[in-house]
């Protein structure tokens, strides 16, 4: 910490009572620095306090993006309240009626917009649902995924059949699996790599198609 002493320094014009400890001890400004950055001090009104550690997201927390047709809104909703019900912490970058969107631009949507948020996500995860298979966002947006390097699951929505995934889900997905809040999370973390159809039954072995450059 800093000790402060009541005298004066005309070297410095440093006023009454404001001396700090480096000049007392002949300490440099580096050092007094470097304590700084490493305990966090700051200027209080009273003088010098500690600050808070800055907050750091566990690493139970997983960040995703989670594609899906605006229809399906409660759906997605639903999921997350799966998840954390179950004790599973997430947070999603996608868009949804809860943080609308309201550009018009296809291109600026896809570049501006999505695009960050889907690189920020470490695992992009599909609500396949009846209205998904036809979603030409949908299918962009595992496309822009995959480019990234990005995983990308398939999670089954109540009602959804076999024939409702999307064209790039079937070509790019890690993994898919039913409405599980464990097999959910396993899927996203990369403990599940496996296709599981809408019935449950697991896929017959496939060749995951490679993003390669365009």
């Known amino acids: 910490m800093f000790i402060f ?3 004066e320094t005309s070297q410095h014009h440093i006023p009454l009572g404001e001396v700090p400890w480096c000049l007392v001890h002949k300490v440099t400004l580096s050092d007094v620095f470097q304590l700084v950055h490493n305990n966090r001090v700051t200027h209080g009104k009273y003088g010098p306090r500690k600050t808070e550690p800055e907050a750091t997201v566990s690493d139970d927390v997983k ?3 989670i594609s899906h047709v605006h229809e ?3 759906l997605l909703q639903g999921l997350k309240d799966l998840l954390s019900q179950n004790g599973y912490s997430i947070r999603d970058g996608s868009i949804d009626s809860s943080k609308p969107n309201e550009a018009q631009s296809p291109d600026y949507i896809k570049t501006e917009i999505l695009a960050p ?3 920020w996500a470490g695992t992009m995860v599909v609500l396949v649902s009846p209205k998904t298979k036809d979603s030409e966002w949908v299918d962009w947006e595992i496309d822009y995924a995959k480019s990234k390097d990005k995983r990308v699951v398939g999670v089954w929505a109540h009602g959804a059949q076999d024939a409702d ?6 070509a790019y ?3 898919v699996v039913g409405w599980q809040a ?3 999370m396993d899927a ?4 599940i790599n496996n296709w599981y159809n809408a019935d449950g039954q697991e896929r017959a072995s496939r060749t995951i198609k490679r993003y390669g450059c365009q």
């Open 5 to 7: 002493r009541a005298r």
């Open 63 to 65: 960040n995703v993006f």
């Open 72 to 74: 399906d809104d409660k």
């Open 117 to 119: 948020r889907i690189r």
């Open 165 to 170: 995934v999307p064209k790039n889900l079937d």
């Open 173 to 175: 997905a890690d993994g």
């Open 182 to 184: 464990d097999r959910v």
């Open 188 to 191: 996203i973390t990369g403990k």
